[in-house]
């Protein structure tokens, strides 16, 4: 069974930083396209940041040169280092494996 666990979100003001971790459990992350999605209140659920099973990785205009997505392969992790975050990225931040495993979210909030 599938498993994607989360963790990192909080509460930062503008202008900080956040990681946030996927740990994988069920799948091997580096044989999987593995996602950053976010859900904004009242808004549909958007890519972030997504990587290949060969390592590229593409990010959302609005995250380019801010967020960096990364893989531990040894720790069957994916990790969303967020650095000069803006009051617009706050949401609910998911991890994503393949095309259908979804974890429970992290909330971020940036706000002063």
């Known amino acids: 069974q599938v498993q994607l666990v989360e963790s990192g979100g909080g509460l930062v003001q503008p202008g900080g930083s956040l990681r946030l971790s996927c740990a994988a459990s069920?799948?091997?992350?580096?044989?999987?396209?593995m996602g950053w999605y976010r859900q904004a209140p009242g808004k549909q659920r958007e890519l972030v940041a997504a990587i290949t099973t060969g390592g590229i990785i593409n990010y959302a205009d609005s995250v380019k040169g801010r967020f960096t997505m990364s893989r531990d392969n040894a720790k069957n992790t994916v990790y969303l280092q967020m650095n000069s975050l803006k009051p617009e990225d706050t949401a609910v931040y998911y991890c994503?494996?393949?095309?259908?495993?979804w974890g429970q979210g992290t909330q971020v909030t940036v706000s002063s």
């Open positions: 069920g799948i091997i992350v580096s044989i999987y396209e």
């Open positions: 994503k494996a393949g095309r259908h495993n």
